[in-house]
């Protein structure tokens, strides 16, 4: 649950967390979203519960554990971007989930400190396992906290395993800053290249946004926006780019199939879909634009 100031005065609450924002977005839109998450048995929990069932995402690989469910208080500066201070209490036995069944055709997108959380990190990569022998398309989003910053050393090792489990990787130009502290967009390619990444997109807030794989990058402006809040913009972007990718049936066998003018279609909704999160205080795309997609895509 994130509870949003602004100039020191409390503006909402709005039920959150990095995937769980993807799959509302995608919900929205009448795809089969599934989230895989945990949350407490309180009353944080129950809204949590029926709000995802209000906006059509399948829970059905959701626990609720003996415990209070995570609350962030994030502080939106003038621009709309916020800082996050994170509350946590979770039990000593933590994602008792029951695996699903993946098989061709499903999308995976995971990240955040969750995917590279010791507690659960097991658990985490079974997942990732069975998804990728599975045959479905993985999506990796760092999302990565300059408040985690000191534990890089420890958690480096987790996010490159990510990496080389993931067909394509989002994040923000900031994510790969704190995570490799190089600014060459073309050698962090390389990098994550050489672990194993086909599709590398980098998003820098208003700035264009590259897209990298094999022998070809990719640019594309950036949806104009004046924000409200950033927080969701970067969750809203891969949701257009799966609805994106689920829409035009791309798979792991056919990726390197996409031509760098159909990418540029792909990533210029995506933007769309995180320039309308930017523009109101859900994190999430609002049901009116929801509408408007869906309407365009069946003239």
Known sequence: ???????????????????????????RLHMPAFLISEWGNDGVGEITQNFLTNNAVNTSFCKSYHGNTSLSVALID????????????YPEKRFQIDTPDFEPGDFVLFGSFFSIDPGIRTQMTNILKQARNSGALLIYDPNFRKNH????????????ENIRYSHIIRGSHEDFHYIYRVDSCQKLFEKVHSLGC??????????????????????????????????????SFNAGLMYELYRRQ?????????????????VSVASSFAANTCSHYENYISQEFAQHILSSQAI
């Open 1 to 27: 649950m994130d509870i949003i100031f602004r100039d020191q005065h409390l503006e909402t609450a709005m039920v959150g967390g990095a995937m769980l924002n993807t799959a509302v977005s995608l919900g």
């Open 78 to 89: 003038t621009k709309g971007n916020a800082s996050y201070t994170f509350y946590k209490n």
């Open 149 to 160: 910053l000191a534990s890089l050393e420890q958690l480096l090792p987790f996010i490159e």
């Open 250 to 266: 791309i798979s792991p066998n056919n990726l390197n199939m996409i031509p760098s003018c159909e990418w540029a279609e792909i």
């Open 198 to 235: 086909e599709v590398l997109i980098i998003t820098h807030g208003s700035d264009e946004i590259l897209l990298f794989k094999e022998c070809t990058k990719t640019r594309v402006a950036a949806a104009a926006v004046e924000a409200v809040s950033t927080i969701g913009a970067g969750d």
